[in-house]
Structures are given as structure tokens and as C-alpha cells.
């Protein structure tokens, strides 16, 4: 092993819970190295290249070869299979370059759901050791840093007391029809936020409205993964070094519970190690996990920071679900005109059953309906041609499909985002069998679903095809796509904050309770998945965690 380097801080993961403490640190003074396990891409290495990007392991690593794979085991099946479920970004910046961008906060029924409810039998719910009103001003702050578009004062359901940095998208015309189907029925539609610009900002330009976003990186700069917004602005001030291809495999603490070093591999898989002040892990709620129970030491037989053996447990996804409508173009474009009608964004969301105490369902909480149009991948359009077909449609039959979907038809989708409520049977430990491609012990995936959660979820598609259903004019048909199933890449819980230590791995500030130079700032702090996918809420405690840390480091406290 060489000889050891140190500096002030490291930061384990670049992503959104990691990019933050990282740019705020180096900003206030620090020394900071942070570590990323996948590629540094530049926007030259973004293309609309749907194999090389989707369908390959660009952003996230294949199942079954590689060095990266996951195994799960679902719905109570005793023996684990290898997956690339679970894979958020492997790459600076993380999932935030291959995002959608949503924009959407949290509130207060997110952040006291076991008050709010009285408790939920089988779910191991928690109240949050922070209040909304806490966390309010970091959403303005991460907002800000980053640039997201949007209009406030207009979802009658969200208490914010600043604008958005910029102003909202431009959407589609049809989503006039969303907010006149979805009032008809009682409900309150709003444009969607995006983490994407509308007008040029910090240097960057904005949108060119190409409509890759999800799933791609953005070859404009537009889109505001913390690639493109915080990882320049840290590098800038010449204190912050970013290593990628860089695999920690260990977290040495000492005999006092201090964390002395960072034990990886470099881009050349060379065993290296680097000492530090502050350890921040922000390597996804699976992957931080993983390694703290990897990190094993003789006051740590259980893992790292993990005395209250909750490492690992209460892990959270989002429930997922979604309706599909298919319209007839040209019956859209004779009563909404042709202007616009290649517009990529519908920008529309209702949040009236984010808490619904009258839906008589043993859970009140339930999620988002946000309505989009249907992904412009040609290949993913293709497969889903052929699977709404039953697999019948293939060859010149199939290319008719195609023919019609691209040109006589606009396909308008909603996506339910709901509670995924924490349970005994839905945790992380490590594998005994499968290793990665260095030798180690993978992350082993265990998920079973709350029937609570699968049964809010169902309650709420019916609700979001009731909507598409009320559209003038009537779509040629309207259906369910999916419902109950779980959106593995939003991800929460493995290291929960709470003020008891017997009952939480983190302190309010994710501070672990048991090693004082210790944090954990990604989804893993989450002891509730929320109605709404967690990024903004991940960058928003990221720098709260942030701030708090830097007066620390000026007080030389750390």
C-alpha cells in the first residue's frame, strides 16, 4: 500500500447528497477530496445515442457482468438474484446527470407521518428530528445554487416564501386540457418545476427543449445536475479535488471512534489510502451502507458506526405507478392549433391526495401525479408498441405502429410518486455468496412492499387515469401502464437521523452518534420516503449538513 496523503475532508460520492459539502467546504476554506467510483464525463461525452446511453452501461452497470452488480431478493423469495436495480449514477455528478429534473419539496405530512397517523401497524415509521420550517430555507438555498425553473404561489399545497430562481418551462399546449379536466373533477393542477434553465444562468445556457432529458445526460448544459452547476464551482477555488474511478472499500476508525483514514482503490487500481479530519459518505442509500458494513473493526464487529444495528435497515424506494392516454394528434391540433404541438414538457402536477384523510384507506399519505408525454426514445416507444400488442406486432406491422405513434398520435402519461412505508422485510446487508469485481461482498436488495403503500398506490392511479379520462377531446384510450411497483432508484433510509442513538445511526446534522467525524448526506439520513422523488430534498439537507459543518471548520471545531 503507498504511503498515505491527508487532507481536510472526503467526501465519498459526488451525486446530490455529496456535491453540496463539497462545494460549501472548499468555499468556506477546506481542503476537500472527494471520491467517485464512476467516470467524469464532460457534456462532449452526452449524445442522443438511445443503445449507447440507455441500453448500455453509460450511467448504470449491467447485472450480470461487470464489476458493480447488486443481487435482490423480492417479495419474500429466499435466494437472491444479480441486478443493476438499485443503481442510482456511477459517475461525477451521479443520478442527477441523467434526471428528469422534477421539482418538488417535501411537507410537514412527510416529516411527522408516525404523528400524523398515530403509527402504522407493520411499518417502522419515525418522525424527523427537523421540522419543514428548518429545512424550507436549504430548498431556496439549493434551488438557487443549482437553478430550477418554476412559478411560485400557484400549487395551493405548497408553502415556499421565495420564487423560483427562474421562470417556468415552456409547456406543450395540451396542458391546458390537463388543467381543465383535472379542475372539472375538483382537483388543483400546477406547472411542474424543473432543474432545468429557462433562460441562461450561471454561465449556462438555457434549454434548447430536445426533450432527452431522463435517462440522458444534457449536451447543453441546461439541465442542472450538480455536474454542470456545483462540481465547477468547487474545483474552482483550488481546494477541491475530484478522483474518480476511485473504489473505497474501507472506513478506518481508531481505538477512540475517530476516523482516521479512507482505505481505495485508484483509476489504475492502485491501493491507496488518504487520512482526513471529516469523512462525509454520499455513496447512495445501498452503496453507503454497503460499505459502512463492510468497514468492520474490532469496536465495530457489526459495521462502522452501526452499534445500533439499524445499518442497513429501513431502507425505502418510492412506490410507483402509471396511466397512459393516446390521442388522436390531429384532433388535438384542431382544437389547440398545430404551434407548439412538438413541444417536449407537459409541466403539469396534482398533489389534492398528498394527504387524504378520506380515501378510507388505512394510510391517509399518498403521493404526486405528474403528467408528462411519453418518452421520445424511438427503441423504448418500440418495445412498448410491442408489449401493449402482447408481443404480436413485429416487422412491417410494426413499423406502421411505429409510423402512427410518431405522427397521428401524442401519447400523455401520468406518474404516481407515493410513500413507500419502511418495514422489517425491506433492508441491505451483504451478500455471502456474490462478490464485485474487487473481491468484496455486494450489496444484497431484500424488498418487500407495506400493503399499505401498494394499496394508497393503487387508490391513487385509479385517481390519475380519472383525470386523462376527463380530457376533451377523449382519448382513443385510456389504461393503467403499471401500479405497486417500486422505483429503485429513489432510495432513503439505510442510515436513518433520529436524537436517540439506540433508535437512529444519525444526529440531526447526520452526524453519526457513534463516530463523531463521521457523516452520511445522502437519502440514507431519510427515515420517510416523502410523496415526491427525494433529490431536491437530498441537495437541500446536503447543504444544510453544509453549513453546519463549515462553522464548525471556521471555528475549528473539526
Known amino acids: 500500500m503507498s504511503r498515505p496523503d491527508q487532507t481536510d475532508v472526503v467526501v465519498i460520492g459526488s451525486g446530490a447528497g455529496g456535491a453540496p459539502v463539497a462545494t460549501m467546504l472548499a ?68 443520478g442527477t446527470v441523467h434526471m428528469s429534473g422534477f421539482t418538488y419539496r417535501f411537507k410537514e405530512q ?26 424550507e430555507p436549504y430548498y431556496d438555498l439549493a434551488e438557487a445554487r443549482i437553478g430550477v425553473s418554476g412559478q411560485a404561489g400557484v400549487n395551493p399545497f405548497e408553502s415556499r416564501k421565495r420564487p423560483f430562481p427562474l421562470p417556468p418551462l415552456k409547456a406543450h399546449p395540451s396542458a391546458k386540457l390537463v388543467d381543465q379536466a383535472a379542475r372539472s373533477l375538483g382537483f388543483h393542477p400546477f406547472p411542474t418545476a424543473r432543474a432545468i434553465l429557462s433562460r441562461s444562468y450561471g454561465g449556462r445556457p438555457p434549454c434548447n427543449y430536445c426533450g432527452f432529458c431522463g435517462d440522458y445526460g444534457c449536451e447543453n448544459g441546461s439541465k442542472s445536475s450538480v455536474l454542470a452547476s456545483l462540481i465547477p464551482l468547487a474545483e474552482k477555488t483550488g481546494r477541491c479535488q ?17 476516523v482516521r483514514a479512507v482505505e481505495y482503490l485508484d483509476s489504475s487500481g492502485q491501493q491507496r489510502k488518504i487520512g482526513a479530519r471529516v469523512v462525509v459518505v454520499a455513496a447512495t442509500a445501498i452503496e453507503s451502507a454497503r460499505l459502512l458494513l463492510r468497514s468492520k473493526s474490532g469496536r465495530f464487529p457489526q459495521g462502522l458506526a452501526n452499534r445500533s444495528g439499524l445499518v442497513g435497515k429501513n431502507l425505502t424506494f418510492s412506490t410507483f405507478g402509471k396511466g397512459t392516454a393516446i390521442f388522436d394528434r390531429h384532433k ?17 402536477s396534482v398533489q389534492d391526495d398528498y394527504w387524504n384523510d378520506k380515501n378510507g384507506l388505512v394510510c391517509p399519505k399518498g403521493g404526486t401525479y405528474n403528467f408528462l408525454l411519453h418518452h421520445p426514445n424511438p427503441i423504448n416507444a418500440a418495445v412498448r408498441m410491442a408489449m401493449d400488442s402482447k408481443w404480436s406486432l413485429m416487422g412491417q406491422a410494426l413499423k406502421k405502429r ?10 400523455m402519461e401520468f406518474e404516481v410518486f407515493g410513500e413507500f412505508l419502511p418495514n422489517k422485510g425491506c433492508y441491505i446487508d451483504l451478500d455471502d455468496k456474490v462478490k464485485d469485481g474487487f473481491g468484496l461482498p455486494v450489496a444484497r436488495i431484500t424488498n418487500i412492499h407495506h400493503p399499505a403503500s401498494d ?32 422505483t429503485y432508484h429513489l432510495q432513503h433510509g439505510t442510515c436513518r437521523f433520529g436524537t436517540d442513538p439506540d433508535k437512529s445511526v444519525l444526529d440531526k446534522f447526520c452526524q453519526s452518534h457513534d463516530v463523531k467525524n463521521l457523516y452520511v448526506t445522502d437519502g440514507s439520513f431519510m427515515p420517510t420516503s416523502g410523496g415526491v422523488p427525494a433529490t431536491p430534498t437530498i441537495l437541500a439537507n446536503s447543504f444544510r449538513v453544509a453549513e453546519h459543518l463549515a462553522k464548525r471548520f471556521i471555528k475549528r471545531e473539526i
Open 332 to 348: 388535438l391540433e384542431e382544437k389547440l392549433g398545430k404551434q407548439d404541438m412538438d413541444m417536449p414538457f407537459l409541466l403539469r
Open 402 to 411: 411505429m409510423s402512427e405513434y410518431f405522427h397521428d398520435e401524442l401519447w
Open 110 to 135: 412527510d416529516l411527522r407521518l408516525a404523528s400524523m397517523t398515530g403509527g402504522i401497524q407493520g411499518a417502522d415509521i419515525v418522525d424527523w428530528p427537523i421540522s419543514i420550517e428548518e429545512l
Open 455 to 486: 394499496e394508497v398506490n393503487r387508490f391513487n392511479v385509479r385517481r390519475g387515469l380519472d383525470i386523462l379520462e376527463a380530457i376533451k377531446p377523449t382519448a382513443k384510450k385510456v389504461y393503467p401502464w403499471t401500479w405497486a411497483t417500486t
Open 27 to 94: 468555499e468556506a476554506g477546506a481542503r476537500v477530496v472527494v471520491l467517485e467510483r464512476g467516470n467524469f464525463y464532460t457534456i462532449r461525452d452526452f449524445t442522443h445515442d438511445e443503445v449507447a446511453i440507455c441500453r448500455r452501461d453509460f450511467f448504470v452497470p449491467f447485472p450480470y457482468a461487470g464489476q458493480h452488480p447488486h443481487t435482490i431478493r423480492k417479495k419474500g423469495k429466499p435466494n437472491a438474484h444479480p441486478t443493476n436495480e438499485g443503481w442510482v449514477g456511477l459517475c461525477v455528478g451521479g
Open 242 to 258: 475530484i478522483r474518480s474511478g476511485c473504489m473505497v472499500h474501507r472506513i478506518v476508525a481508531d481505538k477512540n471512534d475517530q
